[in-house]
């Protein structure tokens, strides 16, 4: 009886306990870092689930050019407000060159004549926001497993790294600590997706999104302001590196990509979601490490709390 | 009588748990693009449900469902933030978890949470089938078949069962159950794995089923609100038929059967 009576006061007593951690504690328990770890192996868990499902030439799905949408909806940085970009824009992107380096045999250089020159892969792939929402596009450029094979990837790479033309934060609060605490620069909170997608909320359905989301803020004073420029970047492993669908895109719908879809080079990675397929796309560094790179989590997104994985 | 053995309180306590951080963190998802539509791809002119506020000042929240607009304001779209402002939201910050609009925080409850609920969700369905529980729950006996009418109207007027019948479920309650177990959540998890991209890779007959992703999104959010009706009767029914009887069975186990009213057994010969 007094057994009964006290599991009866000992499980009362934990549903109220747990009722009130429900209410008020989640919030601090969600900041807390341990419980922050915690969670986290939950996206571990995506990662390691998802590849033992994927081969690693498990095809995305592919549409057909009836499906394409009206309206490609970009999102993030829709035009970088970088110097050099701009003038690069203005001449059309004549003077871009794709810089392929790092852990390789045989770093190059390719002017986007030539890039279009090599054997090209065109693809009608669903774009899948973070947010929520999809657009279908048709996607043409170089297999990025090309430009790979041709640099000759050293025993040591483990991932490719896209260094993007857009700044998304200007670098004055320098080496920002930890993850976002730092930044007024307003430009992250606001700014969704640099790149390609996250945090943009706002706007409901009408979402043919604002023009004053990314790095716009961060405008060319960040280069008078003496700090150094934080540029979206991201970092993929090799299994994706080499996927067949994986490619640095040139053309969309058929056309030069547009400015505000990443003109003039963006990787399309179609297995994963929007904030993983860097536009305006400078850099690919092959790298065993992405730690001494930003704050270490292998992207912008990332280094704000988004997973390095974004399968799902 | 001893009705819920312990395997039986525990998952069920934490598929609560699991369900509700679900439906907050889902939330939270949700408002980071307030939209609802069907198909392959996002139709952002002609959604089937959004959330958007206005210019006002305060700003008005509205709600439009297939095309006809609603003010919620307060509610949806546009309603009190964490600190006490009117802020954009689609769903209001006190049900979304974290309550601050934060889709990667709620990334990342979601996903803990769908992986705790898929396994506490099998733990309960193994040990369902091998113990018998699960026939006990969900499976009608003939009779309750045939008195399938009656047992309506005794719902309906809130007459529950008392007795011997009372031993065991009702035709409705096991009904309900195995729509929950059986098509809701197994919808609920596939329209959720629908919309990762590697799955649809993986599986594309995901997309057939659902016809495309942003539908699967759309049945993911339907089912969620079915699910939240399920546990508003659940728990309305907990607290009409008796809530401490109700709670003592789920807690210890032990739930009381009343004798005082002698059962006239409901069984087919008597009425037949």
Sequence with gaps: MSRFLSRRVLLTGASAAAATAMLGGCDRLGNAEWFKRTLKTGEDANLFVQRLLLTERTLAPEFAEADISPVFKPNGTEDPPDKGYKALAKGKFAKYHLEVGGLVEAPFRLSLAELRTLPARTQVTRHDCVEGWSAIGKWTGVPLADLLTRAKLRPEARFVMFHCADTMDLGGDDDGEDDGATDDSGSQEEAPAGNANPNMAKQSGGGESKKDSGGQQASEDTAASGGSPVRYYESIDLVDAFHPQTILAYEMNGQPLPVANGAPLRLRLERNLGYKQAKYVMRVEVVESFAHIGEGKGGYWEDQGYAWYAGI | ?272
Aim: hydrophobic fraction near 50%; aromatic fraction near 12%; glycine fraction near 8%.
């Design chain 2, 1 to 272: 009588m001893f009705r819920h053995p312990a395997v039986i309180r525990a998952t069920h306590w934490a598929n609560a748990l699991c369900l509700l951080v679900l439906l907050m963190s889902g939330l939270q998802i949700f408002n980071a693009h307030p939209a609802l539509y069907w198909g392959k791809a996002s139709t952002f002119d002609a959604p089937l449900l959004a959330m958007s506020s206005t210019e006002d000042d305060p700003p008005k929240g509205v709600t439009t469902v297939l095309g006809r607009a609603f003010d919620t304001t307060g509610w949806l779209g546009s309603s009190a933030g964490a600190d006490g402002e009117p802020a954009d939201l689609g769903f209001p910050s006190w049900l979304t978890l974290p309550s601050d609009q934060d889709l990667t925080g709620g990334r990342s409850w979601h996903f803990f949470f769908a992986w705790a609920f898929v396994l506490n969700g099998t733990l309960y369905l193994f040990y369902g089938l091998r113990s018998g529980q699960l026939r006990f729950r969900v499976v009608p006996q003939r009779d309750q078949i045939r008195h399938f009418g009656a047992s309506i109207w005794e719902h309906l007027t809130l007459r529950f069962p008392q007795g011997d019948e009372a031993k065991r479920y009702n035709v409705i309650q096991k009904l309900t159950y195995a729509l929950v177990l059986f098509v809701l959540l197994p919808v609920q998890v596939l329209a959720g794995l629908a919309m990762s991209p590697a799955m649809d890779a993986a599986f594309p007959f995901l997309l057939t089923l659902f016809d495309g992703r942003q539908s699967a999104r759309t049945v993911h959010f339907v089912m969620a609100a079915l699910l939240v009706l399920f546990v508003v009767v659940h728990v309305a029914l907990v607290l009409l038929s008796g809530f401490w009887n109700n709670m003592r069975g789920m807690l210890t186990g032990w739930f009381v059967i009343d004798r005082k009213v002698e059962p006239a057994p409901v069984t087919g010969k008597t009425r037949a």
